[in-house]
T-cell receptor, first 114, second 115 residues
Framework: ETGVTQSPTHLIKTRGQQVTLRCSSQ?????VSWYQQALGQGPQFIFQ???????GRGNFPPRFSGLQFPNYSSELNVNALELDDSALYLC?????????????FGPGTRLTVL | AQTVTQSQPEMSVQEAETVTLSCTYD???????LFWYKQPPSRQMILVIR??????QNATENRFSVNFQKAAKSFSLKISDSQLGDTAMYFC????????????FGEGTQLTVNP
């Protein structure tokens, strides 16, 4: 069983640019959640996708957007990058959207905005 | 608001000893799940242990156990026989029935196990 994978591992962008991060969910999982983890802090929920529909969103501006594909992989897009967007972006997949569904995390993408 | 507080930013323990990490949380919901996650330097977040709020019995997974005090909204993690590989950032988190599988995390406790 393949775990959750994310690409790229590291990324450096400049302020104002756009970025796309990718996540492949674990086999059999239909739900993907994205988290932002600033240095030295706990992860903050960005949004969740369940069966290709956005299913909950945290306190992030609209320039953070996402997609989920029919194979349940997902993308996180961030437009008009700001310095504060520098963080580790974690993707997690689960079998469903319920609170008892265990989430499995990928290794993350480290984004640096200069 | 739903919040998680971990009051110990850093802790250290000697190999083979026992250490307890603290966590308090706040939610108005009655049905929820509590988790402890471990994040080693490799960054991969790994589930250590989980507790269903409706269960009174404290969860145990090998060397890891929790002390769940629902009335006090406290959820501490005890690590027995600490090993060097336990060195990591530990996050307390919870998910409620209305929030689904969305997790609310604390700020984390950096645990260092010394030889």
């Amino acid at each position: 069983e393949t775990g959750v994978t994310q690409s790229p591992t590291h990324l450096i962008k400049t302020r104002g640019q756009q970025v796309t991060l990718r996540c492949s969910s674990q086999s059999g999982h239909n739900t993907v959640s994205w988290y932002q983890q600033a240095l030295g802090q706990g992860p903050q929920f960005i949004f969740q996708y369940y069966r290709e529909e956005e299913n909950g969103r945290g306190n992030f501006p609209p320039r953070f957007s996402g997609l989920q594909f029919p194979n349940y992989s997902s993308e996180l897009n961030v437009n008009a990058l700001e310095l504060d967007d520098s963080a580790l972006y974690l993707c997690a997949s689960s079998r469903g959207q319920n609170s008892y569904n265990e989430q499995f995390f990928g290794p993350g993408t480290r984004l640096t905005v200069l | 608001a739903q919040t998680v507080t971990q009051s110990q930013p850093e802790m250290s323990v000697q190999e083979a000893e026992t250490v307890t990490l603290s966590c308090t949380y706040d939610t108005s919901e009655s049905n929820y799940y509590l988790f402890w996650y471990k994040q080693p330097p490799s960054r991969q977040m790994i589930l250590v242990i989980r507790q269903e709020a409706y269960k009174q019995q404290n969860a145990t997974e090998n060397r890891f156990s929790v002390n769940f005090q629902k009335a006090a909204k406290s959820f501490s993690l005890k690590i027995s026989d600490s090993q060097l590989g336990d060195t990591a950032m530990y996050f307390c988190a919870f998910a409620t029935e209305t929030s689904g599988s969305r997790l609310t995390f604390g700020e984390g406790t950096q645990l260092t196990v010394n030889p």
